[in-house]
């Protein structure tokens, strides 16, 4: 299991950036494909984008298509989400999420991963 720590978190105006780091413990970086969820007050854990290993492919949610680029550097073993024009309904606890076995497709469920980050806060304010 991986342990994954977020980072970059912060507080921004309407169509501000940022950029979050999902970096793995693990010496030896291997994972099948790396997710990042959000969570705002009163709702439920959301999934943003996801990477896979094998091909790099990439999922986004629909509400972050255009805005939000996921990638990675396997040499640092960390997972980046890019966040441009970012809105206040963006805001939340954005989580890191890995399992071994998956592959990022259509559909990415929280319940499919195993390894998750302690979460980092994004706050967008109008």
């Known amino acids: 299991q991986l342990q994954l720590v977020e980072s970059g978190g912060g507080s921004v105006q309407r169509g501000g950036s940022l950029r979050l780091s999902c970096a793995a413990s693990?010496?030896?970086?291997?994972?099948?494909?790396i997710a990042w969820f959000r969570q705002a007050p009163g709702k439920e854990r959301e999934a943003v984008s996801c990477?896979?290993?094998?091909?790099?492919?990439?999922y986004y949610a629909n509400s972050v298509k255009g805005r939000f680029t996921t990638s990675r550097d396997d040499a640092k073993k960390t997972v980046y989400l890019e966040m441009n024009s970012l809105k206040p309904e963006d805001t939340g606890t954005y989580y890191c999420?890995?399992?071994?076995?998956?592959?990022?497709?259509?559909?990415?469920?929280?319940?499919?991963?195993?390894?998750w980050g302690q979460g980092t806060q994004v706050t967008v304010s109008s």
């Open positions: 693990k010496f030896a970086f291997d994972y099948g494909a």
């Open positions: 999420a890995a399992d071994t076995d998956l592959y990022c497709s259509g559909t990415v469920r929280s319940t499919d991963f195993t390894s």
């Open positions: 990477i896979s290993s094998s091909d790099s492919s990439t």
